[in-house]
């Protein structure tokens, strides 16, 4: 059974780089069945995609963030991680990682608790 | 970018059937996932590739996509049912490939 885990600190100042891990368990995360992703949700807000790879290193960024946004793999520790530069106040939010499954025709079949983020000084 | 537009609300008594739709341009060309989240909660896949449903998600829970309309069904609608919901595209083919609607709040009366 695939789970995630989402560390990383829960405060950022502003301008500084937003960096969160997600850690995969109960699979790997070179397996070719998955994309790996990121979305974020301010508070009160909807769901936003921020990013995905898949295990070979193709990365897929929201074009709105792609100027901020670095999406790497670290196939050692089975761990993909998100780096967010030049924050702001606008980038508070919860920050989930997700598995996107091939099997369910890229549906995000497996999701992380989440874990809040503040920006502030 | 694509968009998909979904009501903000729906309510609904319990034991009826509940509606939510998600509009884009030709979404019936796409495949539409649908998630559930509760506050607090990280979301669940309810739907996927517009009308299957992964393990342990209720029968009650069915999903069509045709033309500019995808559609979540709730049946027998219980008060556990009620939280967000947003639907989702993926389109490798674009710039922008992973599309959330803006979610709709289902309302158990």
């Known amino acids: 059974q695939l789970q995630l885990q989402e560390s990383g600190p829960g405060l950022v100042k502003p301008s500084e780089t937003l960096s969160l891990t997600c850690t995969v368990s109960?699979?790997?995360?070179?397996?070719?069945?998955?994309?790996w992703g990121w979305i974020r949700q301010p508070p009160g807000k909807g769901l936003e995609w921020i990013g995905s790879i898949y295990y070979s290193g193709s990365t897929y960024y929201n074009p709105s963030l792609k100027s901020r946004v670095t999406i790497s793999v670290d196939t050692s520790k089975n761990q993909f991680s998100l780096k967010l530069s030049s924050v702001t106040a606008a980038d508070t939010a919860v920050y989930y990682c997700?598995?996107?499954?091939?099997?369910?025709?890229?549906?995000?079949?497996?999701w992380g608790q989440g874990t809040t983020v503040t920006v502030s000084s | 970018s694509y968009v998909l537009t979904q009501p903000p609300s729906v309510s609904v008594a319990p034991g009826k059937t509940a509606r939510i739709t998600c509009g884009g341009n030709n979404i019936g060309s796409k495949s539409v996932h649908w998630y559930q989240q509760k506050p607090g909660q990280a979301p669940v896949l309810v739907i996927y590739y517009d009308s299957d449903r992964p393990s342990g998600i209720p029968e009650r829970f069915s999903g069509s996509n045709s033309g500019n309309t995808a559609t979540l069904t709730i049946s027998r609608v219980e008060a556990g049912d009620e939280a967000d919901y947003y639907c989702q595209v993926w389109d490798s083919s674009s710039d922008h490939p992973v599309v959330f609607g803006g979610g709709t709040k289902l309302t158990v009366l």
């Open positions: 109960g699979g790997s995360i070179s397996s070719s069945s998955y994309y």
């Open positions: 997700a598995s996107t499954a091939l099997d369910y025709y890229y549906g995000m079949d497996v």
